[in-house]
């Protein structure tokens, strides 16, 4: 299932199951929401005078995580897909500070969720300061999340919305109509089994650690833990995460497996094949367990980290960006004469899109490898695009 199609199906999924429960089944609902599914669903519990004030707060913290603080104010530094997570924090500021919400029975502290503050690095910020103050109320039982879904929305999705919506590959299409190319985008799938989204759940201890104003993130504990910008970040990791994920073992097992917090989760011969292909990376194992702690002694995946060049490769000449990622252009061409070593894999400076070169993509399609999906570059045409179907 593409990515729109799992928004889409979700949101009315999700919408369907608020619109037949309480508020407090809201709070239980959303408190490992799944970012994947998009804001839309959160948008309509901030636009409900129903909703628990606890609920409210907790959504707002948890999207000033998802769009990164230090763009939460300058919109043009939003990606695409990140306004409307936007939008839905900006009502709330509006709603909350006019005491819109009228329910306050269920406890909740940003300052002290679990042990981590949410708040410590916008003490100066213009956020109004009732969204600093914990409320009081009761604490709710939680609630069987199936990658942060619940069974109760996976059970209003019916089975055909993802037979006939799947996606078809046509690469051979893209080719025919804009002519062989070196060099393909490239990305992670979203799958489904059933009616759950198929996902590897993070459960290692993670926190945010702020130090003179900056923000990393802390995977693992104790002598293992170790400090990191971001899962996707440019420099070696400080050390081996030593993470654990959990997965459903009816699931099936993608090579390239979406995991929940930005990692890259590669199957071991995936890993092979990247060695094979010389890209430039490091690599740590990962323990596999099921939803009651046992070890999947046959789950044989790694943390991949792709320590990818960033390389000024765009013929503007040809693509006529104007440099804002919202604006539409004729599609990527990349100027060859940058890309003399022909790296396997790279990040295009300025737009930030990672590409693959087409002998390791036809390597991943011959050997069956899963979890992908591509796009040929001059089918992208800005921020609102084709899906990745080639």
Known sequence: MNDKIFEKVYTKAYIEFFEN??????????????????????????????????????????????????????????????KDWKKAADLIEKNYSAGFYKNSNIAYDPKDENGTDWTKKFTDSDIPKELFQAVKGKKVKELVLHEGIPEAVLELVPDEEFEKEKSIPRSAKSIKEFGETEYWLYGSEFLSYKNAYVQARLISTTKTVTKDGISSFSYGSGKNAILLRSPLQEEPYAGDPKLVYEVNPKHPRPDNYKDSHGFTLYSKRLIDLMREFKVDSEYFPVKIVD??????????????????????????????WSGDRYEKHNGIYLDMSKLKDRPPLFLLADMYRPFMRNDLK????????????????????????TEYDD
Do not use: C
């Open 362 to 385: 036809e390597a991943i399609r011959k050997r069956g490898i899963a979890g992908f999906r591509f796009l040929h570059p001059i089918r992208h045409k800005g921020e609102i695009m």
């Open 21 to 82: 429960s309480t508020p407090e089944q809201w709070h239980q609902s959303v408190v490992d929401f799944n970012n994947a599914i998009g804001a839309k669903p959160l948008l309509w519990l901030a636009k409900n005078p129903e909703t628990d004030k606890a609920t409210i707060l907790m959504i707002y913290w948890y999207i000033l995580l998802i769009i990164g603080g230090s763009k939460f104010k300058d919109i043009d530094k939003l990606f695409g897909w990140q």
């Open 291 to 320: 939803r009651e702690g046992n070890v999947l002694v046959d789950y044989d995946y790694y943390v991949f980290h792709p320590l990818m060049k960033t390389i000024d490769a765009l013929d503007n000449a040809k693509t006529k």
